[in-house]
């Protein structure tokens, strides 16, 4: 029996439970290879550093005199080792936020580092933190806000007039060649609430391979909210035309899409994405991280979570010391499995050495293929025989499935229903429990 015609009867097989049998593997969307490389990531970190820093506030007021910011100990080799502590394999800055002030040497505007105290007006943010993550193996990620007060611009680049208009696509343009020339390879790209204007001749002549968040050629998209969170299930596909591109959220995702637009799903460490005087009581706590990370990373999205520097230009130590503890909790979880199994079909089978328990399963579909499977059961081997432990739809880059813990000495996850032969990089077996 050649390969295309076992396909074929698999799915004839499937097909008594609800799957339309087909003569050929149907068209299914597809990653790009930067898109893949961002789904391996899973978690990213965030890093929001503005004048607001110094005004207890989440929007610029434009009320700090820039020779009030003098951020004498700020250490971006501190931000990288927060970030590797977390696990984190990129960290996107915001270079500049919706109040316009921006962190590197720019002639574009006034209202920027280079006219603060700081370093006599030659530190420049983005440099050092590009050297840092360079050293570190940390990929870098910008964010530049399509809006900017200081310049009179709304949401998406949006201007009063159309005179105005042009003068700041120009600004803008300057701004995001500067960021994608002058600090290497950028891995994502944040245009935070769109953009009414194209910039992708810039983006293609200098990142082709970076991630847009957002904007008319985004390849990514926001979860729909801001607590690190995707649904269940959150499939990566979308149709196009659909609504404006730039503007998909998860709830967009559907098993039948034309175009791969993955989630990212955005979230805080603190209450707030600037750093202020009141809020150390929110921290969250490591069992408020993990179920996070259970949410998003174990829904097949990838988990942006924010930091915030301190007047002192400094993650402060609280913050520091439990990101490093959710880092250490997802690798004690998940860091080792008792057994795995990968492979091409629509039953799989992982084997302790001996019985064991456990109380998670963890697969993952190698979504190059594209996203598979649509319904699936993973069933214990008991002393009772099989038993199901778990059930799902959409699986994807990795889905986290967890159940009360039960000792068994197989685990097997069947696939019910699929768009074509599924194809599982990893299907893992764990003990969570604290031990």
């Not at 087909?22 to 969307?29: M, N, S």
């Not at 931000?79 to 590797?84: F, H, I, L, M």
């Not at 955005?266 to 921290?283: P, Q, V």
């Amino acid at each position: 029996m050649n390969g295309k015609t076992a396909l074929v009867v698999a799915l004839w097989m499937v097909s008594a439970q609800g799957l339309v049998a087909q003569d050929a593997a149907p068209k299914l969307a597809l990653p790009s290879a930067a898109q893949v490389a961002w789904a391996d990531a899973e978690v990213g970190m965030f890093v929001h550093f503005a004048p607001n820093t110094w005004q207890d506030n989440e929007y610029d007021q434009l009320s700090t005199p820039l020779s009030a910011l003098n951020p004498k100990e700020l250490d971006t080799d501190q931000w990288v080792r927060v970030a590797q502590s977390m696990g984190a394999k990129y960290l996107v800055f915001v270079a500049k936020h919706v109040g316009g002030f921006c962190w590197w040497q720019t002639d574009t505007t006034e209202y920027s580092v280079k006219h603060t105290p700081w370093r006599d007006g030659k530190g420049d943010v983005m440099r050092d933190l590009a050297q840092s993550c360079k050293k570190a193996g940390i990929r870098l990620g910008v964010y530049l806000s399509p809006a900017d007060t200081k310049h009179g611009i709304e949401v998406g680049g949006r201007a009063p007039t159309p005179e105005k208009q042009q003068e700041y696509i120009q600004l803008f343009r300057k701004q995001l060649t500067e960021l994608l020339t002058l600090y290497g390879d950028m891995f994502e790209v944040w245009f935070d609430g769109n953009l009414i204007f194209d910039v992708s001749d810039i983006l293609q002549a200098h990142a082709p391979q970076a991630i847009q968040f957002q904007g008319p050629h985004a390849s990514i998209r926001w979860v729909g909210n801001e607590d690190g969170i995707a649904p269940y299930p959150a499939w990566n596909a979308v149709r196009f035309g659909v609504k404006k591109w730039g503007d998909y959220t998860a709830e967009e995702g559907t098993p039948d899409g034309d175009r791969w637009l993955p989630n990212e799903c955005d979230a805080r460490m603190r209450n707030t994405w600037f750093w202020n005087t009141t809020n150390a009581k929110t921290l969250k706590s490591v069992a408020q991280l993990m179920d996070m990370y259970d949410r998003s990373v174990g829904r097949g999205a990838v988990l942006l979570l924010n930091h915030t520097p301190d007047m002192s230009g400094k993650i402060p130590e609280a913050d520091a010391l439990r990101a490093a503890e959710f880092g250490r909790e997802v690798q004690r979880r998940y860091g080792t499995s008792i057994a795995d199994v990968a492979g091409k079909g629509l039953k799989h089978q992982a084997m302790p050495s001996t019985p064991r328990t456990i109380d998670c399963v963890i697969s993952m579909e190698d979504i190059a293929q594209g996203e598979r499977v649509r319904r699936y059961t993973i069933e214990g081997l008991l002393d009772s025989g099989w038993k199901v432990l778990a059930e799902g739809t959409a699986i994807g880059h990795k889905k986290i499935d967890k159940f009360a813990p039960v000792q068994v000495s197989a685990v097997r996850l069947m696939v019910h229903e699929a768009a074509a032969e599924p194809v599982f990089k990893r299907i893992s077996l764990h003990d969570t429990r604290p031990k």
